[in-house]
């Protein structure tokens, strides 16, 4: 049995779908106590209480990092305390690429709660997600309106494709042969973002202009068109680690893991028009 935690998210929702179809054993775990579906699990970061009866039964969990999630170093390590107790074995992280050059960020310090369970580990570092252009509505609705606004300026970025993150998380997490590893799952080009608002473009069949402010003209931007304080603030922190050249490089194990070359920006445009219509 897998837990995926996140999976009303757009990673873990990418996980969840590979590895059902795949058709392994997989659970949702969802912080709702209603209305359970026999697909999921009660799982809520703030209750400790509902970690045991999430986690019977399972032996790999797959786990991401709530949103805004207070005290997360200590939530983590009861969670993973309890799931070795439970007699989970294996743990797949979603951390972000470069953790380890990023001390800011708070995701170095849970790859090493997780490293310190006892349980076999696997780091999945990803790069920012082509997603966030269809799902975030500061990118999707400047871009129904002809317009992509970003922070990362001119710089590159290696944009990665959630759906190919799942695919090869739900390998990951099928094979005993990733413990003790950080991968770096990046996609197959570097893209500034003019380039990424010309593929948009190119797909929609209408123009898209980019707009390339400061990190503080960027942030100001987000919270005019209605994006949350946190949310802006994080925004404009992948900008500023784009603009540090952190972003830019390609790695070839999302392609070694997939056994074929990862979607490009073009791919999923074409597979999320609807969401700029």
């Known amino acids: 049995m897998i837990l995926v935690t996140g999976a009303s998210r757009t990673v873990g929702g990418a996980v969840l779908a590979a590895l059902r179809e795949q058709g392994a054993p997989a659970v949702a775990a969802t912080s709702r106590a209603d209305a359970l579906r026999p697909d999921q699990r009660r799982l809520d970061f703030a209750d400790p209480t509902s970690f045991a009866p999430a986690l019977d039964g399972v032996r790999t969990l797959f786990l991401m990092l709530p949103p805004a999630l207070p005290r997360a170093r200590e939530r983590f390590r009861a ?17 972000i690429r470069n953790a380890d050059r990023l001390p800011m960020l708070p995701h170095r310090g849970l790859e090493r709660v997780v490293e310190a369970s006892g349980l076999g580990w696997t780091h999945l570092r990803a790069n920012d997600f082509m997603q966030n252009f269809a ?51 990046t996609g197959p080009d570097p893209l500034t973002l003019p380039e990424v608002a010309t593929a948009l473009g190119e797909v929609l069949g209408r123009p898209v202009a980019a707009r390339t402010p400061s990190l503080p003209g960027f942030f100001r931007h987000a919270r005019r068109v209605g994006a949350p304080v946190p949310l802006a603030l994080i925004m404009t922190s992948i900008g500023l680690i784009a603009r540090l050249g952190l972003a830019a490089g390609v790695d070839p194990t999302l392609e070694r893991l997939l056994a074929r070359r990862p979607r490009d920006i073009r791919d999923f445009a074409r597979a999320y028009s609807a969401a700029w219509a």
């Open 79 to 95: 969670l993973l305390a309890t799931a070795k107790a439970r007699g989970v074995e294996r743990v797949a992280f979603l951390s």
């Open 135 to 185: 799902t975030v509505p500061v990118y999707r609705d400047g871009i129904r309106r002809g317009e992509l606004v970003g922070p990362g300026g001119r710089s590159y970025t290696a944009y990665v494709d959630v759906r190919d993150i799942g695919e090869a998380t739900a390998r990951i997490l099928l094979d005993r042969g990733h413990d003790g590893r950080a991968y770096t799952l």
